[in-house]
T-cell receptor, first 110, second 114 residues
Framework: RKEVEQDPGPFNVPEGATVAFNCTYS??????FFWYRQDCRKEPKLLMS???SGNEDGRFTAQLNRASQYISLLIRDSKLSDSATYLC???????????FGKGTLLTVNP | DGGITQSPKYLFRKEGQNVTLSCEQN?????MYWYRQDPGQGLRLIYY?????DFQKGDIAEGYSVSREKKESFPLTVTSAQKNPTAFYLC????WGRGGDEQFFGPGTRLTVL
């Protein structure tokens, strides 16, 4: 099982759609979870951290299921500017390394 | 403005040459990291440093070397021993270098070996 595995995508959705990304991780000792966003040929930027209780930031909702080793990102009311690659990121249990998924490409169409 | 700078943005190298990529941060972060990104691949960790004068190998350290003589600076040297050096190189930093820290990235350097 890969350390961090994401939906392969790509996702093509119309403006205003709701889209969900899923991610599974293999290390049950993982402590911290993030979603990063990466625009084409740019650096990744933190979108949001993922907390055990789930968290919301405007149109974005992240959830964590430790039992299933699964995290998700929900984007509501998609905007053209949401078009990017979304990276699922997980830390190890006792080390300092972030492990990145390969990313899921989202294209929001007018 | 606080942030991470990388230079150059684009770099071309002939086979057999060593090249050094610069990374500087003014965020007063303790930890710094180097990643490599290939098309369709996730970021892979090359080296990381949690404190000045100390650094650790990541998953793909072969053919690379680093130094951490100053808190603000973490240069990466791509040596001729690196078999496939053409890639997008990203430097990052985090406040304490412990698990759970979010990492902030520089704009990256695209290295092409001719």
């Amino acid at each position: 099982r890969k350390e961090v595995e994401q939906d392969p995508g790509p996702f093509n959705v119309p403006e205003g759609a709701t889209v969900a990304f899923n991610c599974t991780y293999s290390n049950s000792a993982s402590q911290s979870f993030f979603w990063y966003r990466q625009d084409c040929r740019k650096e990744p930027k933190l979108l949001m951290s993922v907390y055990s209780s789930g968290n919301e930031d405007g149109r974005f909702t992240a959830q964590l299921n430790r039992a299933s080793q699964y995290i998700s990102l929900l984007i509501r009311d998609s905007k053209l500017s949401d078009s990017a690659t979304y990276l699922c990121v997980v830390t190890g249990g006792s080390n300092y390394k972030l492990t990145f998924g390969k990313g899921t490409l989202l294209t929001v169409n007018p | 403005d606080g942030g991470i700078t990388q230079s150059p943005k684009y770099l071309f190298r002939k086979e057999g040459q060593n090249v050094t990529l610069s990374c500087e941060q003014n965020l007063n972060h303790d930890a710094m990291y180097w990643y490599r990104q290939d098309p369709g691949q996730g970021l892979r960790l090359i080296y990381y440093s949690q404190i000045v004068n100390d650094f650790q190998k990541g998953d793909i350290a072969e053919g690379y070397s680093v130094s951490r003589e100053k808190k603000e600076s973490f240069p990466l040297t791509v040596t001729s021993a690196q078999k496939n050096p053409t890639a997008f190189y990203l430097c990052a930093s985090s406040r304490w270098g412990r698990g759970g820290d979010e990492q902030f990235f520089g704009p990256g350097t695209r290295l092409t070996v001719l």
